[in-house]
């Protein structure tokens, strides 16, 4: 799934393609796509794009007559820009959107489709889908501090939980703990005022570190490669590859369809914690994935 990395990067090169651009023709390939059906799809044609921001891991499309295109792309979803007569692969191609100068086309590689628009014709109605997580850059330590202790779960559930912080998945999860130096499985109620502070700096550090990078593998065009395994990363999907930072094979704890991985050294003190009752206890903390973490918020709107 796509995280704050990759839709900022996404939002930037957007920015150059279609910022002050007016949106002309849609084609919705897939209807499922489409999420709200009051304002319709046609009231953002022929409306010039003022801004686009991120809203966790939505990219939002203002429009000068005032609504909003909100673009979740889930798990699969994937955004490419092509010629405005490139051809249409209907089983891929979820939407084109037409600009004067190409087309912006959301695809889905998955057989279920999950990546969605919505349309919303004020604030007000973009915020019923926001699902309130904090964004790092705006609060203090003390403020970061508060809103992970509130509730008492492990810390891999904390980061990925879009109500608590917003635009971290399974991916740079693991990095952000791994690099901390913290265990996974730590409950966020138990940890000390170091091991907080200690993750509160780490975050923007690797967030802005894979975005850089990101951003130079991409160039000028939109990113084409949005996946939660990238051969750099320290931890997430190198199970059975030794470390980076000590050399130990980094271990994994699988449940449901999920899986954290680890390194033993360096955030448990040697333990392996890969076992089926801790299987069981990740998968009571975090029950769902933070995808559907979106989908069960968006469904109470």
Not at 191 to 198: A, G, K, S, W
Not at 275 to 285: C, G, H, I, N, V
């Amino acid at each position: 799934m796509p995280e704050l990395p990759d839709i900022t990067v996404y939002i930037e090169r957007l920015e150059k393609l279609v910022l002050q651009q007016t949106l002309g023709k849609i084609t919705v390939i897939n209807p499922f796509f489409v999420r709200t059906f009051d304002p319709p799809v046609q009231t953002i044609t022929n409306q010039t794009i003022e801004t686009i921001k991120r809203l966790g891991k939505r990219i939002v499309f203002r429009f000068g007559n005032g609504y909003y295109a909100v673009i979740h792309l889930m798990i699969s979803g994937r955004l490419q820009w092509r010629r405005p007569d490139g051809k249409i692969n209907r089983k891929l191609d979820l939407a084109l959107f037409d600009f004067p100068e190409g087309r912006l086309v959301v695809t889905e590689v998955a057989s279920k489709k999950r990546a969605s628009l919505h349309i919303f014709k004020n604030e007000e109605g973009l915020s019923s889908i926001d699902p309130g997580g904090q964004e790092l850059t705006q609060i203090s330590l003390g403020e970061f501090k508060k809103s992970i202790t509130k509730e008492n779960h492990t810390l891999k559930r904390t980061l990925t939980d879009p109500r608590i912080l917003s635009g971290i998945g399974n991916a740079y999860s693991d990095e952000i703990v791994h690099a901390a130096k913290l265990s996974p499985i730590l409950q966020t109620q138990k940890m000390n005022d170091e091991e907080i502070e200690r993750l509160f700096n780490t975050i923007p550090i690797i967030l802005d570190k894979w975005t850089e990078k990101l951003r130079n593998e991409a160039g000028d065009n939109l990113p084409k490669k949005v996946t939660a395994f990238h051969d750099d990363m320290a931890a997430h999907g190198k199970f059975g590859k030794p470390c980076p930072l000590c050399g130990t094979t980094i271990q994994r704890i699988r449940y449901a369809s999920n899986e954290t991985n680890y390194c033993p050294a360096c955030q448990t003190n040697g333990k392996l914690l890969a076992d089926r009752s801790l299987s069981r206890l990740l998968k009571r903390d975090w029950p769902k994935t933070a995808e559907e973490l979106d989908e069960i918020f968006s469904a109470k709107k």
